[in-house]
């Protein structure tokens, strides 16, 4: 545990750049220095993938389908064989999207570990066997370890979800949507063990953030074995995590709804303006995280797109989830759809990587806005049937203006006395979002 003058320290250096977010929010984000690369990457992958794979009904079904820990061990985790793993063909799909990060699960709420633990804590119900891939069943490849190098081969930042419940371990049972704690006792021993594993996990694979899920009983000072993890157990974990390793990346779910970690994160909705500090929201393609057999009705390629274009323009990062099956490969569904969000990508990524929220005050019918030193750029998700588009009056000199992807074809446009009027080609360069590039001077910004 951390002494107290350094908890006293880290969250004095967390309040202040709390502050100066929120006074420099209806500008830009004061970002981090370490969160620079995230901020600018935009769009990352999300994966899901444990023991509850093979079962492909969910990664809540242990939970959802009240399986007891010896069954739920023996009858599901016990046919988990994920031999047709492939690091390549994940990050390569990754890439093909326009990705620029991954964040895969070490260990979700089943307690399962996807690498091998020597924390003798996290058993089986017998006790004689660690709860994780080699120990438990046998399989000696390190897949994390596999994605983490295939990740460094591509360029794409490697990333770890981990999660505080533990509906597997002996001092919790799954119970009220959250889990209870045998006694005071065995959470203090369960906090050191928990430590212990995300020790491990820094050391070992060295990941740009960790995502942590299973956070959400009540936001209570005093704890109780129902509502076992506080406050002040959050203080201290990110505290430790920054004292193994300063550079790293950590999201709200120490203990969420409190503003704590470096970043706030929706999960399957978009905030209907920009927040207060960095965002990320994460979405399912289908309705289901982990593998679920049972459903396979996808989002279309344009929602994605205009999910991502939506949270962009508000200042947020799209993490995007993918289930691979219990033996690790992808649903064959998700290559078309992650291939044709790439397509999109190639010809307007300008306007995603690196770019921010829209310098205007209201969103059009038609439409969205994104930003970036430089660039204005119009997400136009109706083209108009006319070739007429305005837009609302920027401060900035305008230099050119031009469909994205073909900058040696210039837009005619006038300014008028309350706003811009494009003259566009009349048929969509893209019939999901077509992109018109305004180049200007400076940042834009919104003359009124």
Same mark, same amino acid.
């Given at each position: 545990?951390?002494?107290?003058?350094?908890?006293?320290?880290?969250?004095?250096?967390?309040?202040?750049?709390?502050?100066?977010?929120?006074?420099?929010?209806?500008?830009?984000?004061?970002?981090?220095?370490?969160?620079?690369?995230? %901020?600018?990457?935009?769009?990352?992958?999300?994966?899901?993938?444990?023991?509850?794979?093979?079962?492909?009904?969910?990664?809540?079904?242990?939970?959802?389908?009240?399986?007891?820990?010896?069954? %739920?061990?023996?009858?599901?985790?016990?046919?988990?064989?994920?031999?047709?793993?492939?690091?390549?063909?994940?990050?390569?799909?990754?890439?093909?999207?326009?990705?620029?990060?991954?964040?895969?699960?070490?260990?979700?709420?089943?307690?399962?570990?996807?690498?091998?633990?020597?924390?003798?804590?996290?058993?089986?119900?017998?006790?004689?066997?660690? %709860?994780?891939?080699?120990?438990?069943?046998?399989?000696?490849?390190?897949?994390?370890?596999?994605?983490?190098? @295939?990740?460094?081969?591509?360029?794409?930042?490697?990333?770890? %979800?981990?999660?505080?419940?533990?509906?597997?371990?002996?001092?919790?049972?799954?119970?009220?949507?959250?889990?209870?704690?045998?006694?005071?006792?065995?959470?203090?021993?369960?906090? @050191?063990?928990?430590?212990?594993?995300?020790?491990?996990? =820094?050391?070992?694979?060295?990941?740009?953030?960790?995502?942590?899920?299973?956070?959400?009983?009540?936001?209570?000072?005093?704890?109780?074995?129902?509502?076992?993890?506080?406050?002040?157990?959050?203080?201290?974990?990110?505290?430790?995590?920054?004292?193994?390793?300063?550079?790293?990346?950590?999201?709200?779910?120490?203990?969420?709804?409190?503003?704590?970690?470096?970043?706030?994160?929706?999960?399957?909705?978009?905030?209907?303006?920009?927040?207060?500090?960095?965002?990320?929201?994460?979405?399912?393609?289908?309705?289901?995280?982990?593998?679920?057999?049972?459903?396979?009705?996808?989002?279309?390629?344009?929602?994605?797109?205009?999910?991502?274009?939506?949270?962009?323009?508000?200042?947020?990062?799209?993490?995007?989830?993918?289930?691979?099956?219990?033996?690790?490969?992808?649903? @064959?569904?998700?290559?078309?759809?992650?291939?044709?969000?790439?397509?999109?990508?190639?010809?307007?990524?300008?306007?995603?990587?690196?770019?921010?929220?829209?310098?205007?005050?209201?969103?059009?019918?038609?439409?969205?806005?994104?930003?970036?030193?430089?660039?204005?750029?119009?997400?136009?998700?109706?083209?108009?049937?006319?070739?007429?588009?305005?837009?609302?009056?920027?401060?900035?000199?305008?230099?050119?203006?031009?469909?994205?992807?073909?900058?040696?074809?210039?837009?005619?446009?006038?300014?008028?006395?309350?706003?811009?009027?494009?003259?566009?080609?009349?048929?969509?360069?893209?019939?999901?979002?077509?992109?018109?590039?305004? @180049?200007?001077?400076? =940042?834009?910004?919104?003359?009124?």
């Amino acid at each position: 545990m951390m002494t107290d003058v350094v908890l006293k320290k880290t969250f004095t250096v967390l309040l202040v750049s709390f502050v100066l977010i929120c006074n420099t929010a209806k500008s830009q984000y004061a970002i981090p220095g370490k969160m620079k690369w995230w %901020y600018d990457d935009r769009f990352g992958m999300f994966i899901h993938f444990g023991s509850y794979s093979c079962f492909g009904h969910g990664e809540w079904v242990m939970y959802n389908e009240k399986w007891e820990k010896e069954a %739920y061990q023996e009858q599901i985790t016990r046919k988990f064989n994920p031999a047709n793993f492939d690091a390549k063909t994940i990050v390569d799909l990754a890439k093909t999207a326009g990705m620029k990060y991954i964040v895969i699960t070490a260990k979700h709420h089943e307690g399962f570990a996807m690498w091998r633990t020597e924390v003798a804590g996290f058993s089986d119900v017998t006790g004689s066997k660690i %709860y994780d891939l080699y120990h438990f069943l046998g399989f000696e490849r390190d897949l994390l370890m596999e994605l983490k190098n @295939e990740c460094d081969r591509q360029g794409i930042k490697f990333c770890l %979800y981990y999660s505080i419940l533990d509906w597997n371990h002996p001092s919790q049972k799954a119970e009220n949507y959250y889990s209870v704690i045998s006694s005071l006792d065995a959470k203090r021993e369960y906090v @050191e063990e928990m430590n212990m594993q995300l020790k491990e996990l =820094v050391t070992r694979y060295k990941p740009a953030v960790l995502w942590f899920d299973g956070d959400w009983c009540k936001n209570l000072d005093t704890v109780t074995l129902g509502d076992w993890w506080n406050k002040a157990d959050a203080e201290q974990l990110y505290s430790y995590l920054m004292s193994l390793d300063s550079s790293l990346i950590i999201n709200e779910r120490v203990k969420r709804d409190l503003v704590m970690g470096d970043f706030s994160c929706p999960e399957q909705k978009i905030p209907d303006t920009a927040l207060a500090r960095p965002w990320e929201t994460c979405q399912t393609m289908n309705g289901s995280w982990g593998y679920d057999a049972r459903d396979t009705s996808f989002k279309p390629v344009s929602r994605m797109i205009h999910e991502l274009v939506q949270v962009v323009s508000r200042d947020g990062n799209y993490l995007l989830n993918v289930g691979p099956k219990g033996d690790g490969s992808l649903q @064959e569904r998700l290559v078309p759809l992650l291939t044709s969000i790439g397509d999109w990508m190639k010809t307007n990524g300008e306007s995603i990587y690196g770019a921010t929220r829209s310098p205007f005050h209201e969103e059009p019918p038609w439409g969205l806005y994104t930003k970036k030193n430089g660039k204005l750029f119009v997400h136009v998700f109706q083209w108009p049937e006319g070739g007429q588009l305005s837009i609302p009056l920027i401060k900035n000199k305008i230099i050119d203006v031009y469909v994205a992807g073909k900058s040696d074809k210039k837009l005619a446009y006038t300014v008028g006395t309350d706003s811009i009027t494009i003259t566009l080609p009349l048929e969509a360069p893209d019939d999901i979002d077509g992109v018109v590039e305004i @180049e200007v001077d400076g =940042v834009p910004e919104a003359a009124d």
